[in-house]
């Protein structure tokens, strides 16, 4: 895992999961658990990281960021979308196959995206502004 500076065999992976994912044409991600490593972990893309900040970032007067915790749920608008598509369409039910869980994830995203100005209002921060 070179973006972690660890070095890890195959024979130390153990599969964990598929994500299928039906957006934006569609993919394939496949996650393993290691079992051993060797070598130190730590962030050799660092601005991939959430929790990375910039030293030496020029922000403009009218900005103030407002760096979000590692972990901030509520303060992460695709959250919001993610707790919309749960509440509504995919929470609290079971479907007999694979497939027919991927058809209803396809099916919920698809419905977001035709309910016109939803992503919008569950995306939008009141926080979120730009002063002139």
């Known amino acids: 895992m070179e973006e972690a500076g660890l070095e890890i065999r195959p ?3 153990r599969f964990a999961h598929v994500v299928h994912r039906c957006t934006r044409g569609e993919r394939v991600g ?3 658990e290691a079992l051993r490593w060797s070598g130190e972990p ?4 660092p601005w991939k990281c959430a929790e990375h900040i910039a030293q030496d970032l020029a922000i403009p007067a009218n900005l103030t960021p407002r760096f979000l915790p590692p972990y901030s749920p509520e303060l992460n608008a695709i959250e919001r979308v993610w707790l919309y598509l749960r509440e509504r369409f995919l929470s609290h039910r ?3 196959t694979h497939d027919d869980i991927l058809d209803a994830c396809c099916a919920a995203w698809n419905a ?21």
Request: no cysteine; glycine share 6%.
């Open 42 to 45: 730590r962030n050799l893309e």
């Open 112 to 132: 977001l995206l035709a309910a016109a100005g939803r992503i919008h209002s569950l995306s939008g921060l009141d926080w979120a502004t730009v002063s002139s």
């Open 11 to 13: 024979d130390d992976l």
């Open 94 to 96: 079971l479907w007999p």
């Open 30 to 32: 496949f996650f393993f």
